[in-house]
């Protein structure tokens, strides 16, 4: 068994207080700029203030691989919107500001970060407050800029596994990824799903023989019992489409209160 040393970042102190405290960490994602940059501000508080563990703030982009329609329209929204990479930084320094404690990762493609420049990129967040990256589509292989990056400012770089991963592949993403190893339930685009998959058990099992990090599941996650499922198997439930798709079931006016309804449901409150 193969991975990084314990992260000491605030990703890794979560996880640890979760464990001691026999909670699975609830990890909602929500596009920057969707519907507008405010109000996604408002949103990720709500969703905090609810008992949301950790928010992954989506980075919006013109050409997504990974992520189903939900996901999708709010990006557009957002991009129509002119949210920027720059923008999604600058929201998370807001919410430092205001005083949220709770981890926030940025998830978005790696296109925009290198145009940014990726020593400036990782040092702007870190001067932010943001605690990690989660990059999609940067092959494990080619991530050294990014990764050394991350380990000069102390910010978790997290990796993407998938049932189709090979052992030579979970391992890598075991030794070059801290924080935790993000797990996708099924091979395909994000979304929310009715039932977890029959052999999820047997692939977590494999993915936890070549790592120590906590594992957090995502891609499907819509109802409490599948927080309960994720539970037994894993650190962590990753919740992206099922939010967005309650989100726009209301006015934009709304939309915080009902991110606060929707994390105290997955909660089973």
């Known amino acids: 068994m193969t991975d990084t040393a314990t992260s000491t970042s605030r990703i890794g102190a979560t996880f640890e207080r979760l464990r001691e405290e026999g909670r699975t960490a609830l990890m909602p994602f929500h596009t920057a700029g969707f519907p507008t940059l405010e109000s996604s501000k408002r949103i990720i508080r709500a ?11 989506g980075v919006p982009f013109s050409d997504p691989i990974a992520d189903g329609v939900s996901v999708q329209g709010t990006g557009q929204i957002a991009l ?20 949220i404690t709770a981890p926030l990762l940025l998830m978005g493609y790696y296109n925009p970060i290198l145009k940014y420049g990726v ?54 993403a075991a030794e ?24 999820l058990g047997d692939y977590i099992a494999r993915v936890r023989a070549h790592s120590n990090l906590p594992l957090a599941i995502g891609f499907g996650i819509s109802k409490p019992e599948h927080v309960r499922q994720v539970g037994e198997l894993a650190e962590g439930a990753i ?9 726009n079931s209301v006015a934009d006016d709304e939309k915080p209160a009902k991110a606060a309804e929707f994390v105290r449901f997955l909660r089973g409150e």
């Open 239 to 247: 919740v992206g489409a099922a939010l967005i798709n309650a989100l």
């Open 47 to 57: 969703l905090i203030d609810a008992g949301a563990d950790l928010v992954e703030v």
């Open 80 to 99: 129509q919107n002119g949210t920027r990479l720059k923008d999604c930084v600058e929201l998370v320094r807001q919410l430092r500001t205001e005083g």
């Open 119 to 172: 020593e400036r990129f990782v040092a702007d967040c870190a001067a932010a407050g943001v605690d990690g990256f989660i990059v999609p589509d940067l092959p494990i292989e080619e991530s050294a800029a990014l990764r050394e990056a991350c380990v000069a400012h102390n910010r978790d770089l997290i990796f993407m596994v998938a049932p189709t991963s090979t052992d030579d592949r979970l391992v890598a």
């Open 176 to 199: 070059r990824g801290t924080g935790f190893l993000y797990c996708v339930s099924v091979t395909g685009v994000t979304g929310a799903r009715d039932s977890m998959s029959q052999t």
